[in-house]
């Protein structure tokens, strides 16, 4: 395979400076795309993440803005068409997450997860939808979890989010198909990241003593489905969602 699979494409990856993201941008960047890492706080992990990608990478540039608003999105749209070029890869990643007894979920935090989780897809791929289907072309990824798939008790307003998103998944694919543009989803489980080990260490060995794998997934992983389902190796793949999660499900 080539290494520069993705030579002369524009993506762009929300929630791209840090874990699951951060790897997605670092093998777009390899591959030799184009690359928009959107974050929205964390600036100093943003700029490492372009540090990293910059060398391999045909162009990279950091792009902020909360995806659960409008106004920030189509600016960050216009940004990166001035910049880089019409978008050809969305990668939907950027999401909020918590672990929380069903008394803690309020109206006010079950607003702002769908906000940032359904919202967010929502906004970005409309606003690059109408462009793929002129183009007749494009190339959407979103990243669900595992919790979308699973009963969680205590993800309860979490994994509605992620159940939403893979529906969405699905009819997006459905409703784009005919302009070739492929939309599919990757359902991670528990991942090596930040936020992984920040949990609550007893809660991280009991979900990795029921993974068949017995471990958790690196970023890195995740990444390489992404890469499978943004290239030609999937070309007859759509609406799909693939489980990368040690044999969970």
Request: hydrophobic residues 45%.
């Amino acid at each position: 395979m080539s290494e520069k699979l993705f030579q002369g494409r524009t993506a762009l990856v929300t929630g791209g400076a840090r874990g699951i993201g951060r790897a997605i941008c670092q093998m777009l960047g390899s591959h030799g795309a184009r690359v928009a890492i959107n974050y929205m706080q964390n600036d100093q992990a943003a700029l490492e993440a372009l540090a990293e990608i910059q060398p391999t990478a045909e162009k990279a540039i950091v792009v902020k803005a909360d995806v659960s608003k409008p106004g920030e999105v189509a600016a960050m749209i216009d940004t990166i068409r001035k910049e880089l070029g019409p978008i050809d890869f969305l990668v939907n990643n950027a999401a909020l997450a918590s672990t929380v007894h069903h008394s803690e979920v309020h109206y006010d935090n079950w607003k702002r997860m769908f906000e940032v989780n359904v919202d967010g897809p929502f906004l970005t791929t409309w606003a690059v939808k109408d462009e793929m289907i002129s183009r007749q072309y494009g190339r959407i990824v979103n990243v669900s979890s595992l919790a979308g798939l699973k009963m969680k008790g205590r993800m309860i307003h979490y994994a509605t989010t992620k159940a939403a998103l893979i529906s969405f998944t699905r009819h997006c694919a459905e409703a784009f198909a005919p302009y070739n543009i492929r939309v599919n989803c990757v359902a991670p489980g528990l991942t090596n990241t930040d936020l992984a080990r920040a949990a609550n260490p007893g809660l991280i060995e009991h979900l990795i003593s029921i993974t068949p794998m017995k471990r958790m997934a690196q970023p890195s992983e995740i990444a390489s489905v992404v890469k499978f389902l943004l290239s030609d190796d999937s070309s007859f793949v759509t609406g799909q969602t693939v489980s990368a999660c040690g044999g969970r499900v």
